[in-house]
Structures are given as C-alpha cells and as structure tokens.
C-alpha cells in the first residue's frame, strides 16, 4: 500500500477530550473516527486490525469444532421475554418498533434467538455437543461510553453458545474455551488472568473473566498471593475482620455530638479517636422500579452494587439521589443503619458481614444533635438480609488460605458463561436422548469484544511515540520508508524492493511522499506502529535501515537478507 493513497492519515496532536492512551493513538495514528459518543468508524489501519484479531479467533473457535453462523440483528422481544431479560437488561436494551408495530430489541447479546434457533432443528444426542460462533454487531445503551473503543453504545463481538447433553460434557466444552481464550490472549500479545466473575443481567451463576492488568482498566480483580484464588470484585470473597471481639458487650449509649462535628466517616474517626472500622456506614441505592436499599457496612468498607443487587434480587441498581432520601426523611452524611418504620414498604436493609461480625460500634442512627455508641448488631438493630456487599482491598485476608489478597486494575477481554438450563428452560432446548426421552440440553456462552480487544492491545502496547502493534495483528508487516527520493537511483531501490516485498507476500505499506521529510517519515511510522520499518537512502547505500518497532537501535543489512530476515521472524503464523 502507497501512503500516499492511503486513506485516513495521521493527526499530530488528539483531542482534548480523549484521555486513555489509546482513545488518543488510534486516532492520532488514523485507524478511527468517531461518528458520534460511542460510535466509531473504522478506516482502512483500524480495519485490517479489526479483521485480523477476528480472523484469530475464528481459528481458535474452529479449532475446539464451533462453527460459525450469522442472525439477524432485530430479535423479536417475545423472545427477550421468555427468560425476563427484557426486564434485566433495563435501559441498556434498545428497543424499536417497525411500521407494522412489532417490536424488537437491537442486539445486545444473543442467547435466546441461538437457543431457538438450536431448538428448531429438533436435536438429538448424536447432534451434541452443539458448539456455535459467530461476529456481529451489539447494541447496548450505554449511560457513560468511556476511553475510545473500551466501552461503546455499538460495538463488534465474537459471540459463541455451547450444547451439551450433560453437565460432564458441558464442563469440557466449557474447558476448551477456556484454554482457547487463553491462546487467544496469547497471540494478541495480552498477559491474562482468569478470574471468577459476576455473570449480571446475561444470567447464571457461574463464569470466569479473563483479564488484562492495566492502570487504566475500570474493572478490579483480587488476586491471593499465595493460593490460586482470583476474583473479579463483584464476586471476590474475603474474611471480614472481628472488630473489637476481645471486648465486653458494652451498654449502647446515646452521646451528645453536633452536626457540625463529624457527618462523614473521616469526621467520627476523629471525634471518636477510633479507626474506620468501628463506624457503622449507610448507603442508598435504587431500584429499577424506585424502592431503596440500604446497605450497611463498616465505615472502612465500600459497598459493592452489584453485590448489594444481587442480595436483593435485582441485576443492578441506581445511586439514590437527594430527591430519593427526602422521600424517606434521610439526610446524606448520615443515613440511618434502622429505623424508617413508615417507609418500610420502600425500604430494604442489607447488612455486610463486617457488621455482623464486630462489637460496640459507633453510629448509625445520627441526628442533628446526638449519634449513638457501642452498637451491637442483633440487639440494638437487626434485618433480614445479612449478605456479602463489601469490596475487597489490598491485603484483606483471603477466605481461602487466609494470606493476603491483592487488588489490581484490569480491562475485561473476555467472559465465558455456564448457564446449565437458564435459557434452554425457557426456550424448549430439549433434546432427544438414547432412550428416546426429551432432556434439556445444557448451555454456556462465550464472548470477546473486538474493539475492546484492539484498544486493549494498544493500551499495553505502545510507549511515547506511538503504537507497537503485536505481529499478528499489524497492519502491516514493514513500513518501508524511502528517503531522498528525488534521486532517481534511490526512488528506483525503493520501489524494486517495494514490489518484491509484495511478490513475497509480505504485507507493507511504502511511505512514498517526495515532500515529506525523514522526521516526519520516521514519526508517522512510529505512530502507526507497524513491526518493521525498513529505510532506504544515499546514506544506507547498497544496504537497507532494518528496525524493530519494539527496538531502540537499527542496523544496516543487504537488500538480499531482508525478505528471509523477515520470513525467518515467522511474522504472520498462527503460535
């Protein structure tokens, strides 16, 4: 390819508003537009990236025997119905009617339209295990799109759904994925972890994320640094700490204390002299359908909204808004950890663990005047649901070796499901077995996002200059640079081995421009990131400029090596 004829090119500085390193370079380096917040389009650089980390994984899905399909992107929401996931998903499905009035939700995954399209074929167990993939667009409405490609309102995913005949058949396929992805990550250059998961509004109660350690990440993982034990924090278990357990059970006083004293829980860790852990902290969130839940937890605890969800049922919840606590007469900086009688209709309270588990707390009920001490939960206030809500932190004490845990940001870059019979139940996924009988096939569903993928890879892949693209997935192989091209002799060695590069089948792109000068040349290369730049000029003589993107220094070799240099680097084979 001519850069000159490229379409899409560089941009020496990104907007002021792109924030994630690779927000910034993959427009910088003119492998994306943004067509609107959470929309982008991808120009020919961001395609090829696009259609080669594809291309991966279809080898990979091919190789444990899935087979890709293909279906339509309006799925009828009688479908979406039959497993609720119309009300799961919330607002973030999107809906629309044609102009007949039949309504349909845009694809935002497709575990029910698969399931059915399975169960029409009326399998048998000779049929299973089922194993299917396929790339499509999603669609999911998105309140806050953040980071460029990381988290978009449409976006490109590999999707894959699995049947089985049994629950032992199930957990191999679901092994084979899970080591695909691991290949998979390993060919796209990504150290991973895999993680226990939350499964949210896609359902089941059983996953595994694999995730990429990365400070700009906006998921956590809890890692135990002994023991093989890794969680996302949405589903990380850890021992809560026995809060004053070598203390009497002390008689619960009432104490003078002014508003204006301690509201916040730094506040009370000064009025009372004692740590975060012996305050009590209440925080409001919502419902889909507007009733509080109030979860409770230690004042050095943070609680967890998908944990504290689940604990009452829901998929996920909303944080309360003033107009929310006025309704119930709390005011924020000092929501009661009881009470409320008149609202109890509005109201659920979910106490953590760390509550349960301590003695003679501070808090919880303040008013303007007054905050009670020596709270005991179970005898001066009590609920119905105890629950896990807390986030972990750094050195918490792993539940299962009691060693210390470590917290770490990562970028999420795939998820493998087990549903068992979540969806086939509600979808008629029977099969026929030996004997003749109508079993229900067991199900798992598997997914990487393809433009999270790519900025993923440019997030862990890059340094101050630019992007260093993985070989598999450059756009191009060499970025062949010629110099001093108003020279004839030199313009005709460039474009000799230009097209032998070519006739090598070696993917290249020439920077053919007269005007441009060898800063400019060398920067644009940089940016772009492609793995080889090869430079010709009157000081590289009878030789080539041969440098690695990933490389600092560069040397001369003859023109007869490079092909073979390049070809012995194995730049382009499946790993």
């Not at 991966?56 to 497993?83: F, V």
């Not at 199930?170 to 250059?189: Q, S, V, W």
């Not at 040397?555 to 084979?573: F, T």
Request: glycine share 6%; proline share 2%; charged share 30%.
């Amino acid at each position: 390819m001519l850069y000159s004829r490229l379409f899409g090119k560089t941009h020496r500085e990104p907007r002021s508003d792109m924030k994630l390193i690779s927000h910034k370079l993959l427009y910088q380096a003119g492998f994306v537009s943004e067509l609107s917040a959470g929309r982008y389009e991808y120009l020919p650089l961001g395609f090829i990236v696009w259609q080669k980390i594809i291309n991966i994984i279809d080898e990979e899905m091919k190789a444990i025997g899935s087979q890709r399909i293909s279906i339509p992107l309006l799925h009828p929401m009688e479908i979406w119905k039959k497993t609720n996931r119309d009300k799961a998903w919330g607002n973030l499905l999107m809906k629309l009617e044609d102009a007949r009035g039949s309504e349909f939700a845009l694809s935002a995954t497709g575990e029910g339209v698969i399931t059915d399209m399975v169960t029409a074929q009326n399998p048998s167990y000779k049929d299973l295990p089922i194993i299917l993939h396929q790339t499509i667009n999603k669609f999911r409405d998105e309140m806050r799109v953040r980071g460029g490609l990381l988290r978009l309102r449409e976006f490109t995913m590999k999707d894959a759904y699995s049947y089985n005949a049994t629950e032992e058949d199930f957990m191999k396929t679901y092994n084979d994925f899970y080591k695909a992805y691991g290949i998979i990550c390993d060919r796209l250059e990504l150290e991973y972890r895999a993680v226990i998961a939350d499964s949210g509004a896609l359902g089941g109660d059983y996953s595994h994320e694999f995730q990429i350690e990365c400070e700009s990440g906006e998921d956590q993982i809890i890692t135990c640094e002994k023991c093989e034990y890794a969680a996302n924090i949405e589903k990380a278990e850890f021992v809560r700490e026995k809060v004053n357990q070598d203390e009497e059970l002390n008689e619960m006083k009432i104490v003078d204390q002014k508003w204006e004293e301690a509201q916040s829980i730094q506040e009370m860790v000064q009025f009372y002299g004692k740590p975060a852990n012996n305050m009590i902290k209440t925080i409001v969130y919502k419902r889909p359908d507007g009733r509080l839940v109030l979860g409770v937890v230690t004042g050095n605890l943070a609680v967890n909204p998908i944990k504290l969800a689940h604990a009452v049922g829901e998929n996920e919840l909303t944080q309360a808004e003033k107009k929310d606590l006025d309704s119930i007469g709390a005011i924020a900086g000092a929501v009661h950890a009881w009470g409320y009688e008149e609202h109890k209709d509005n109201i659920t309270f979910v106490v953590d663990h760390s509550i349960v588990n301590a003695r003679n707390l501070f808090g919880g009920f303040k008013t303007k005047t007054n905050d009670p001490r020596n709270v005991n939960y179970g005898r001066d206030f009590k609920h119905e649901i105890e629950a896990d809500i807390a986030d972990p932190y750094n050195d918490a004490q792993c539940s299962k070796c009691s060693k210390k845990l470590k917290l770490t940001k990562t970028i999420e870059f795939g998820h493998i499901f087990k549903y068992d019979h979540f969806y086939t139940e509600k979808h008629d996924g029977f099969f026929t077995d030996k004997d003749g009988s109508k079993k229900l096939m067991y199900m798992g569903a598997y997914g990487i996002g393809i433009d999270r993928a790519i900025a993923t890879i440019v997030e862990k892949h890059h340094d101050d200059h630019g992007i260093i693209w993985p070989a598999q997935v450059a756009p191009y192989t060499v970025h062949l640079i010629g110099l001093d091209l108003q020279d004839v002799e030199i313009k005709e060695k460039v474009e000799k081995l230009y097209h032998q590069l070519l006739k090598a089948e070696i993917e290249v792109l020439y920077d053919d421009r007269d005007e441009a000068r060898a800063g400019e040349k060398f920067a644009t290369a940089d940016l772009i990131g492609n793995p080889i730049r090869l430079v010709i000029s009157k000081r590289t003589g009878d030789q080539v400029e041969w440098k690695r993107r990933s490389e600092k220094e560069s040397k001369l070799i003859s023109v007869d090596r490079v092909i073979k240099k390049i070809k012995e680097l194995n730049m382009s084979s499946r790993t």
